[in-house]
């Protein structure tokens, strides 16, 4: 399985972030599967930032969960991060990441990453 980010890497304080993980190799609807968003800002480390489940419900961490939709297309083997009213403390990598337990996603252990994404938010 394959996971590659794509969106804009310069996003303007209060705009909304938002990225894409196409996956290749593998479907995202496979039983059992957690798909998910995790950050890492310069000089700190790893952020569970939420999943969305191969039945296509989603689980936010609770620091995020106002500002975070995750969602998905199916027929194009994709999921997305929405964060909205970004600040410059949201400059991180943006990695997305996949592993039957949720718990292993949490914790930086998933079976499968992404190579990141570097996104500045800045005027």
């Known amino acids: 399985v394959q996971l590659q980010e794509s969106g804009p890497g310069l996003v303007k304080p209060s705009q909304t972030l938002s990225l894409t993980c196409t996956v290749s190799?593998?479907?995202?609807?496979?039983?059992?599967?957690?798909w998910s968003w995790i950050r890492q800002p310069p000089g700190k480390g790893l952020e569970w930032m939420g999943a969305?489940?191969?039945?296509?419900?989603?689980d936010y961490s609770p620091s995020l969960k106002s500002r975070t939709s995750i969602s998905r297309d199916t027929s194009k083997n994709q999921f997305f991060l929405q964060l909205s009213s970004a600040t410059p403390e949201d400059t991180a990598v943006y990695y997305c990441a996949a592993a039957k337990s949720l718990h292993d996603i949490v914790v930086g252990t998933p079976e499968y990453w992404g190579q990141g994404t570097q996104v500045t938010v800045s005027p």
């Open positions: 190799g593998g479907s995202i609807t496979t039983n059992y599967y957690f």
């Open positions: 969305i489940a191969y039945s296509g419900s989603t």
